[in-house]
C-alpha cells in the first residue's frame, strides 16, 4: 500500500470515528419527545445535552420550584444527578434511579456521606421534594428517564451537579461504585455549563509527575550508575543530575498529591503512606550524597550498601505506587497502557543490561558487580 493511500485510509478513519463522536454527543438530544408519562407534569422545560448522551431538562417557578428531568441512554444499572456545594461527591446529595431486575422502576434520594457503598445512604439527602409531586423514573425506548421537583428557598442560579452511573442493578438500596461520572458548574437560569469544581487537572498533574519524576528518571539515574561506569566520570555526574531532577519532580508529585487530599479528603491511605515513604527513601538518598565517604575508608563499603539498596526499594515502591495510584484514580486504558510500556521497557533495558554486565564479568573483562 503506498503513501497516499494510507493518508487516505487514516484520513477516512478520523473522519468516521469523528462522526461517531458527533454523533454519541447529540444522541438523544432535546429534540426528543419526553414520554407520555412525563409530558403532562414536566412540558415546556428548557432543554441542554450536558455530558455524553446526559440530557437535563429544566425550568424553575417563581417560587423556587425546580422542575428537572434527566435522561440518558441504558440498558442496565442505575443513573443519578447530585447536587453538590463544592462540586465534589461527599456531602452531596443525588436523586438515583434505576429498573429493577423484576420489572419494576425505582428512584430515591440518597446522601452521599462517604466513598464507600455503606456511606451512601439511600432516603436520605438535603433536596427538598416539592409537596404534592412524586420523583418518578421512566425507562422507554433504551433510555431511561428521572424526572422529580425539588423547593428551594431562593432562585436557583450557578449549581454544581453531578452525573454518574453505574452498571450493576442496586440490590437493597446499595449502590455500587459507579462507572463513570462527571461534576460541572450548571447556571439554571441561563444553561450555561462549565467544569466543575473536582480538581481535574490537579489529578493529572500529580500523576504525571510521579510517572515522569520516580518511574522514569530515577530508573534511568539508576541503570547509568550500574551499567555505565566505564565512562567515568560521565557516568557519575550524569546519575547525580537526573536523580536530583528526579527528587525535584517526585517532590512536586507529593506537593500535588497533598493539595489533591485537601480538596477530596479522598480515603487511600496506603498511596498516601507510600508516597510518603518513597519520599523519606528519596530524601535518605540525597543525604547520602552530601555523607559519602572516600573510597579509602573502612566505612565506604557500608555506604555503598545502604545507597544501592535504599535506591532500589525506592524504585520498587515507587513502580508499585504508581501502578495503585492509577489502578485507585480510575484513570483509564491511556494510563495504564502507557506506564504498562514505559514499565516494560526499563525492565526489559534492565534485564538486557545485567545479562551483559554478567556475561563479561564472566569472562574477566569487568570487576563483578557489586551490590
Excluded at 75 to 94: H, I, N, Q, R
Excluded at 124 to 134: F, W
Excluded at 286 to 301: G, M, T, Y
Excluded at 343 to 348: A, K, M, Y
Aim: proline share 2%; with cysteine.
Amino acid at each position: 500500500m503506498g503513501c497516499d493511500s494510507s493518508l487516505l485510509l487514516l484520513f477516512l478513519c478520523v473522519a468516521a470515528a469523528a462522526i461517531v463522536a458527533v454523533n454519541a454527543q447529540t444522541y438523544d438530544g432535546c429534540d426528543n419527545e419526553l414520554p407520555s408519562e412525563l409530558a403532562g407534569n414536566y412540558s415546556g422545560l428548557d432543554c441542554r445535552t450536558v455530558w455524553n448522551t446526559f440530557v437535563l431538562r429544566y425550568s424553575q417557578s417563581k417560587d423556587h420550584e425546580l422542575s428537572i428531568v434527566v435522561s440518558t441512554v441504558y440498558t442496565t444499572g442505575w443513573v443519578g444527578m447530585g447536587f453538590s456545594k463544592d462540586g465534589l461527591m461527599v456531602g452531596s446529595s443525588a436523586m438515583v434511579g434505576w429498573m429493577g431486575k423484576t420489572g419494576l422502576h425505582h428512584i430515591k434520594q440518597f446522601l452521599l456521606k462517604g466513598q464507600t457503598s455503606s456511606q451512601v445512604v439511600a432516603n436520605e439527602g438535603n433536596l427538598l421534594i416539592a409537596t404534592g409531586s412524586e420523583p418518578k423514573v421512566v425507562v422507554d425506548q433504551a433510555k431511561i428517564y428521572l424526572a422529580f421537583k425539588a423547593k428551594f428557598s431562593e432562585k436557583v442560579t450557578r449549581q454544581q451537579i453531578l452525573f454518574a452511573f453505574g452498571s450493576s442493578i442496586p440490590v437493597d438500596n446499595k449502590l455500587t461504585k459507579h462507572t463513570d461520572k462527571m461534576s460541572m458548574a450548571f447556571d439554571f437560569s441561563t444553561g450555561s455549563t462549565e467544569a466543575g469544581a473536582y480538581p481535574h487537572n490537579l489529578k493529572r498533574s500529580h500523576g504525571a509527575l510521579a510517572i515522569f519524576g520516580w518511574g522514569v528518571l530515577a530508573p534511568i539515574g539508576a541503570i547509568i550508575a550500574r551499567y555505565c561506569k566505564r565512562w567515568d566520570p560521565m557516568w557519575f555526574y550524569l546519575h547525580v543530575g537526573i536523580q536530583f531532577v528526579a527528587f525535584i519532580i517526585g517532590l512536586a508529585a507529593v506537593v500535588a498529591g497533598v493539595a489533591l487530599y485537601n480538596k477530596l479528603h479522598a480515603n487511600l491511605a496506603a498511596h498516601r503512606g507510600l508516597g510518603i515513604f518513597i519520599l523519606v527513601l528519596g530524601i535518605l538518598q540525597i543525604l547520602s550524597f552530601f555523607l559519602r565517604p572516600d573510597k579509602e575508608a573502612k566505612l565506604r563499603k557500608y555506604w555503598n550498601w545502604f545507597h544501592h539498596w535504599v535506591g532500589r526499594l525506592t524504585l520498587f515502591f515507587a513502580a508499585v505506587n504508581i501502578v495503585y495510584g492509577i489502578h485507585v484514580a480510575e484513570a483509564g486504558t491511556s494510563w495504564k497502557a502507557g506506564y504498562g510500556f514505559v514499565l516494560s521497557v526499563i525492565l526489559l533495558t534492565t534485564i538486557v543490561l545485567e545479562t551483559l554486565l554478567w556475561t563479561r564479568w564472566s569472562g574477566k573483562t569487568v570487576d563483578p558487580p557489586t551490590y
